[in-house]
């Protein structure tokens, strides 16, 4: 973790004027309350580094190979010194990987039906840029019918890459520093983990958190578009999809057990929150999406996400590197830092009773 972020924890003892800090203890399928108080010491060694970013869709070969990116050219590789920095590293995995054939979903033109199949050489590219952990719940996931699923699933697993969210693979887990990190996804989607059932996420989380000392849920919920940076508090409703209630979804899975809640799906920024200690982001935007996606205006700046976690889940501090994608896209540092922009705006707007405290290198933490 680099000096910034250390000095910001630093900032908050100084300010405060506490030596400690309340820690929650972990209590399975229960409410998390606050029993005692703990020294907390800011070392490596004690804490877990978790980087976070939302879309990646890394070029598709169809219709044609014209929304493929030129050969030789890796998308991900001015991330690495971020993504490859963490304990554990997450995104979105927005399509299947599947090299040719699968049942394309019914599209009015399939000349502009928009399906993505990602080549299965795209996958050592995701495990060398650091990605231990995908969500494949979402609505493109299905491009390619039952075939794309399972190949995907294939491929991912042969890497070594975990993911989960799909009724066939709802958790998987992992892991680091002694830690065991366990890791389930939601969306409004077929063959998903449905994001409305709130039962089957009680179930899920409830049972990760048996077995885990940390658990990420993710969720690709929200309406889409520029237009949808908000969050609204309510259920959100898209081309006639239940798109879900995103702020009432991530605090019955906080209640659950869940420790992280990471969103995606509105392929824009939204903003971040905090829960009875956890954190929430309701929205990364698109990180890392190829020639079939608009990546004007907001739609083109998307939030990397490092978070630093106590070993039971109790977020510590934060940062928000910006990121923009430039021509057909792929991400790159944005030195406008329009992500961080977004994410203090669209806070302080939306949810106006966090005591939220965010500067300028993007370091923040929790009141």
């Known amino acids: 973790m680099n000096n910034t972020m250390k000095i910001s924890i630093i900032s908050v003892v100084v300010l405060t004027g506490l030596a400690v800090v309340f820690l929650p203890f972990k209590m399975k399928a229960k409410e998390k309350v606050v029993q005692q108080v703990k020294e907390v010491s800011l070392s490596e060694d004690t804490l877990i580094t978790l980087v976070a970013v939302g ?23 001015p991330m690495h010194e971020f993504l490859q920095m ?9 399509g299947t990987i599947l090299n040719e054939g699968g049942r394309l979903k019914k599209c009015s033109d399939s000349t502009k039906c928009y399906a993505f199949r990602q080549p299965e050489y795209f996958v050592p590219q995701l495990k060398n840029a650091g990605f231990d952990f995908l969500s494949v719940a979402n609505n493109h996931m299905g491009d390619f019918g039952e075939e794309g699923r399972t190949n995907t699933q294939r491929v991912l697993k042969e890497a070594g890459i975990r993911f989960a969210g799909l009724e066939s693979c709802p958790w998987d887990t992992l892991t680091v520093k002694g830690v065991k990190i366990g890791m389930t996804a939601f969306a409004p989607n077929t063959a998903c983990l449905q994001i409305t059932d709130f039962t089957t996420l009680k179930r899920v989380v409830g049972h990760l958190d048996c077995i885990c000392d940390i658990v990420i849920v993710s969720f690709h919920g929200g ?11 309510d259920t959100e409703i898209f081309y006639e999809e239940n798109r879900g209630n995103v702020y009432e979804f991530a605090r019955i899975a906080i209640d659950a057990g869940a420790d992280v809640i990471l969103g995606h799906g509105p392929h824009v920024t939204r903003a971040i929150d905090y829960y009875k200690g956890r954190f929430i982001t309701y929205s990364m935007g698109n990180f890392c999406t190829y020639a079939r996606f608009n990546l004007s205006g907001v739609n083109g700046v998307a939030p990397l996400f490092v978070l630093r976690l106590q070993k039971d889940g109790t977020f510590v501090d934060g940062k928000v590197v910006s990121t923009k994608q430039l021509g057909e896209g792929g991400p790159v540092l944005d030195a406008a830092k329009g992500a961080l922009k977004q994410v203090s705006s669209l806070t302080k707007t939306d949810l106006p009773e966090l005591k939220l405290q965010i500067k300028d290198d993007g370091s923040f933490y929790f009141n």
């Open 223 to 233: 309406a889409e578009g520029s237009s949808r940076t908000h969050i609204t508090r």
């Open 86 to 94: 963490a304990d554990v590293t997450f995104g979105n995995l927005e």
């Open 55 to 77: 879309d990646i869709m890394m070029g598709s070969n169809f219709p044609s190979s014209n929304y493929l990116p030129r050969e030789g050219v890796e998308l991900l590789k």
